[in-house]
């Protein structure tokens, strides 16, 4: 299975489970994903989700080979309505469960592994977890979920897209991207005792507090400013279609098969 499912003390655990390709995603990862946290997200018994991976790293991001053959012929609409849907929508939706959640980072978090821990209220990283966005070498400015700025400021974040470099745990708490940076042995141990914790709180102050947060940050420009970024990461798809097409993402597999 891509992804596994658990309750236990008020906590569901959302775990990523394609470790032999540490953990890339790829269409059927991305529904189950979403087909959990829609699970917790209605249970009522549940008052904290927790999303982890299994393995040494979090997310290799999107799985670029897929799960068949490439078509001969690949349009920005086909590229538009499969991004929207499956990358923006999904991210947004996790971001908006009325639930606290918290993510646990370990190894490399690349690209779109950003647009699965981003959407989650808190970040708890291992002292190896590693964040980056490479995909400027593919001529687009950033991923779909175009966190970056929110998330790290954005001298920061235009160095990150600049350079692909990755961020480290410490760099990402200092910018207040991370919540917490553990041993990467305490990874899951640390994650839980701070989800208990959350979920002995009165889930309505919890939904509350979480929704003053966020429609805060959707005041001061966060919705629009995502809703917009993610067309101009289209223009970087239209472009390399036009110039490449998609032979071009080969670099980044290419870089991707030293994590596994």
Same mark, same amino acid.
């Given at each position: ?18 470790? +032999? ?27 904290? @989700? /927790? ?9 290799? $991001? ?20 499969? +991004?929207?849907?499956?990358?923006? +929508? ?16 370990? $190894? ?30 593919? $001529?687009? $400015?950033? /991923? ?53 914790? @959350? ?53 980044? +597999? ?7």
């Amino acid at each position: 299975m891509n992804v596994l499912y658990d309750v236990a003390d008020k906590v569901a655990t959302i775990t990523l489970n394609r470790p +032999e390709v540490a953990n890339a995603q790829n269409r059927e990862l991305l529904d189950a994903l979403d087909a959990a946290w829609t699970t917790a997200a209605d249970d009522p018994d549940v008052a904290v @989700i /927790v999303l982890r991976a299994e393995g040494k790293h979090f997310s290799a $991001g999107h799985d670029l080979n897929g799960t068949g053959s490439r078509p001969d012929r690949i349009t920005l609409e086909a590229v538009y309505e499969g +991004e929207a849907r499956r990358y923006l +929508e999904y991210s947004l939706r996790w971001r908006n469960v009325p639930k606290p959640s918290i993510a646990a980072v370990q $190894g490399r978090c690349i690209a779109g592994g950003l647009l699965l821990c981003w959407p989650c209220d808190l970040i708890v990283a291992a002292d190896d977890a590693k964040f980056s966005d490479p995909v400027v070498m593919m $001529g687009i $400015g950033g /991923v779909e979920y175009h966190g970056h700025t929110w998330e790290l400021g954005p001298r920061k974040a235009k160095e990150i897209l600049f350079t692909g470099r990755p961020v480290t745990a410490d760099e990402a708490e200092k910018t207040g991207m991370v919540n917490l940076v553990v041993p990467r042995s305490e990874l899951d141990r640390r994650t839980a005792e701070l989800a208990r914790t @959350i979920a002995e709180m009165p889930t309505f102050g919890l939904r509350q507090a979480k929704r003053a947060v966020n429609q805060t940050l959707d005041i001061q420009g966060f919705y629009a400013a995502i809703q917009s970024v993610f067309d101009i990461h289209q223009t970087g798809h239209g472009n390399a279609l036009s110039v490449n097409g998609y032979p071009i993402l080969m670099k980044l +597999e290419e870089m991707k098969k030293n994590l596994t």
